[in-house]
Nanobody, 124 residues
Framework: QVQLVESGGGLVQAGGSLRLSCAASGRTFSGYAMGWFRQAPGKEREFVAA????????YYSDSVKGRFTISRDNTKNTVYLQMNSLKPEDTAVYYC?????????????????WGQGTQVTVSS
């Protein structure tokens, strides 16, 4: 089973960009479906983006489609979330998640392994 460590969060002004990284331990990273989720204070954890093990298919929530891009580098055991045109409503703790699976997973309950999260704050 992989372990996940997110990085790249921070404070940015509205309209700015950030790139989150999620580094995975273990030799079987390429077999894992990966996802990004976020949780704002007082709200449930929500789906942001997901990518298949091969990287060939991606899926986004409507709230980030066209602004965020998920990608992965299986040679570096890392998945990324490029976030552009950030809005104050994107402020949240962002988590990456993994499950050994061939498809795309959208629900938090589908994932078996989670990182510790990284804070993203977008000021207006």
């Amino acid at each position: 089973q992989v372990q996940l460590v997110e990085s790249g969060g921070g404070l940015v002004q509205a309209g700015g960009s950030l790139r989150l990284s999620c580094a995975a331990s273990g030799r079987t990273f390429s077999g894992y479906a990966m996802g990004w989720f976020r949780q704002a204070p007082g709200k449930e954890r929500e789906f942001v983006a997901a990518i298949k093990r091969s990287g060939g298919n991606t899926y986004y929530s409507d709230s980030v489609k066209g602004r965020f891009t998920i990608s992965r580098d299986n040679t570096k055991n890392t998945v990324y979330l490029q976030m552009n045109s950030l809005k104050p409503e994107d402020t949240a703790v962002y988590y990456c998640a993994a499950r050994y699976y061939s498809g795309i997973l959208y629900s938090p309950s589908d994932y078996s392994t989670w990182g510790q999260g990284t804070q993203v704050t977008v000021s207006s």
